[in-house]
């Protein structure tokens, strides 16, 4: 199991670009999640899903879209990308309630100038 | 708004003495996290607390909940520089359980001397 992967890893992108992060899970989880950590700080939630085709907004969704098309991929949408989205992207999954562990992917590191 | 203090948020320490990083949270919830994060990294699961009272170890971290305080712990006995991280807890976004996110604290950065 590669577990939870994100691509790509760094990304600089221009003030007004669009950009997709991707994130795939191989562990057949139900449940999907992004989040952003700025500096020194804790992480906050952009988007869930719970399933294929639902998805909901967190705590700080404006300026991203998410989609959810199949159990296994849940891409992070940026639309005209703004110097306050520059932060660390993290996506993660977890089976839902039974445990209600979240599994944590890689990162990605986004700037934008 | 659920909210989740972390204290202390920065902590420097010795090696081999014991100290404890607390948690507190502002609505009612029976389910909180610990993750560790490593510079530059992703977060790795520590411990999952599911109802009043419980208490995990796992080497030298031992964590506990406690609902009615709304606090957890987690207590580094004899720590070791291998330690060193920032620890983070979490907290179900909604009472009730469910999956819909978490609610972290700040984090405490964790940095242990020889």
């Known amino acids: 199991n590669a577990g939870v992967t994100q691509t790509p890893k760094f990304r600089i992108l221009k003030i007004g670009q669009s950009m997709t992060l991707q994130c795939t899970q191989d562990m057949n989880h139900n449940y999907m999640y992004w989040y952003r950590q700025d500096p020194g700080m804790g992480l906050k939630l952009i988007y869930y899903s719970v399933g294929a085709g639902i998805t909901d907004k967190g705590e700080v969704p404006n300026g991203y879209n998410v989609s959810r098309s199949t159990t296994e991929d849940f891409p992070l949408r940026l639309e005209l990308a703004a110097p306050s989205q520059t932060s660390v992207y993290f996506c993660a999954s977890s089976q839902g309630l039974a445990p209600p562990e979240q599994f944590f992917g890689p990162g990605t590191r986004l700037t934008v100038l | 708004e659920l909210k989740v203090e972390q204290n202390p948020l920065f902590l420097s320490m010795q090696e081999g003495k014991n100290y404890t990083i607390y948690c507190n949270y502002s609505t009612t919830s029976d389910r909180l996290y610990w993750y560790r994060q490593d510079p530059g990294k992703s977060l790795e699961s520590l411990f999952v607390l599911l109802s009043n009272g419980a208490v995990k170890q796992e080497g030298r971290l031992m964590a506990s909940l406690d609902t009615k305080a709304r606090l957890s712990t987690l207590h580094i006995t004899a720590a070791v520089h291998d330690l060193s991280a920032t620890y983070f807890c979490?907290?179900?976004?909604?009472?009730?359980?469910?999956?819909?996110?978490?609610?972290f604290g700040k984090g405490t950065h964790l940095i242990i001397q020889p």
């Open positions: 979490a907290v179900d976004m909604y009472s009730g359980g469910g999956a819909d996110g978490l609610t």
